[in-house]
């Protein structure tokens, strides 16, 4: 089992950046996939998720209107798509893979990804 984040970058505020989750080694469809992130001096907190098949999405409240979260099950990727992004917006940023539901608590996944960069200053 594989994640691989991917997409974080450099942007100005206001800008936008996509974020990619390829997943690899299990069947992306029966797993919910949750985007974490964690700034410096700051605890991680879940940023949004998207649960199996059925593909309800949920946000935390500051992405809410701004982060898009959607899955290509053809090619085993989750994206997050973040538009009007602001500086409290830096962090690394994770995903990771838990059981059918959306969770934004972090103990309850058991895969995670290698971090993706994302800074946003002008």
């Known amino acids: 089992v594989q994640l691989q984040a991917s997409g974080g970058g450099l942007v100005q505020p206001g800008g936008s950046l996509r974020l990619s989750c390829q997943a690899s080694g299990f069947t992306l469809d029966d797993y919910a996939i949750g985007w974490f992130r964690q700034a410096p001096g700051k605890e991680r907190e879940g940023v949004s998720c998207i649960s199996n098949s059925n593909s309800a999405a949920h946000y935390l409240d500051s992405a809410k209107g701004r982060f898009t979260i959607y899955r290509d099950n053809y090619r085993n990727t989750v994206y997050l798509q973040m538009n009007s992004l602001e500086p409290e917006d830096t962090a690394v940023y994770y995903c990771?893979?838990?059981?059918?539901?959306?969770?934004?608590?972090?103990?309850?996944?058991?895969?995670w990804g290698r971090g993706t960069q994302v800074t946003v200053s002008s």
């Open positions: 990771a893979r838990r059981s059918y539901f959306c969770s934004f608590y972090g103990t309850e996944y058991d895969y």
